[in-house]
């Protein structure tokens, strides 16, 4: 680890086949998995807040469907969006699910994640087979998982973006995090692309960094281009959180026309 990073904590979860280090520098504490590269971070003064870019441009379903009710996240690493979501959106009900037992306990000890309650439940299992048993139950599904080699084998085939899209409520919105240097970059796009009838929005936030990926169930119902740039301005305001820069790299590398987003269908 760079010198940079003091490492505080290690656990060593064999039957997992993973080593979780926790480290701190300046004032952050970050999660990492027998490596080097950064799965989370929280600044000790405000462990609520979000650290990250690529944390806070996941938020940015919100400038399509403010009021989610559910949100499922796969994926729990540092805990840094449950935890943002249970403190600035209490209304919205989260489930997080994590395949590494350890990492929960973990992100409880070392990264505040609050005990489960009425607004936020955390649960051991495999994210997939959660997902085929619960069809049609989020409005929101965010999809941020690792392990020590990158992003799981098994959540870039074409199978894996069906059972996200079938786990969308009708005008459900997908999120994940992809790295734009991932050699199978291209093909998650594509196939998300055909999975979602070519209605995804890309969203860089960083060179060459971590990329957003929105992909919605149906046709978004706002895609006017004055009065989304309006709405994330008011969402900025609200939240804290740099949605309009956000929102203005949605529109240099995505398409529009006559003043509206529009689709590569």
Not at 113 to 125: A, E
Not at 161 to 168: E, G
Not at 247 to 257: E, G, S
Request: proline share 5%; net charge positive.
């Amino acid at each position: 680890m760079r010198d940079l990073f003091k490492k505080i904590f290690r656990e060593e979860v064999m039957d997992d086949d993973i080593s979780i280090d926790v480290s701190e520098s300046e004032g952050v504490r970050s999660l990492h998995f027998a490596s080097h590269a950064i799965q989370s971070s929280m600044r000790l003064k405000k462990p609520f807040h979000l650290e990250l870019t690529y944390t806070r441009a996941m938020m940015m379903f919100l400038l399509f469907h403010a009021r989610p009710r559910k949100i499922l996240l796969i994926g729990l690493g540092g805990a840094s969006i449950p935890k943002f979501i249970h403190r600035f959106l209490p209304d919205m009900k989260s489930i997080v699910v994590e395949i590494h037992r350890k990492v929960i306990g973990v992100a409880h000890l070392m990264f505040h994640l609050p005990p489960n309650d009425k607004s936020l439940k955390v649960i051991h299992g495999d994210g997939i087979p959660f997902m085929k048993e619960h069809p049609e139950s989020a409005d929101v599904l965010m999809i941020d998982a690792f392990d020590p080699d990158g992003i799981p084998r098994n959540f870039r085939s074409l199978s894996f973006f069906d059972v996200c899209r079938a786990t969308l409520r009708r005008h459900g919105i997908f999120v994940m995090n992809i790295w734009a240097s991932d050699p199978h970059y291209d093909l998650y796009i594509d196939r998300m692309r055909r999975v979602f009838e070519g209605l995804i929005l890309v969203i860089p936030t960083g060179k060459p960094g971590n990329q957003i990926v929105l992909g919605f169930h149906d046709i978004p119902k706002e895609l006017d281009v004055k009065t989304l740039r309006a709405k994330a301005k008011l969402l900025e305001k609200t939240y804290g959180l740099e949605f309009l820069s956000f929102f203005n790299q949605l529109m240099l590398h995505n398409h529009q026309a006559s003043r509206m987003i529009t689709f590569d269908q």
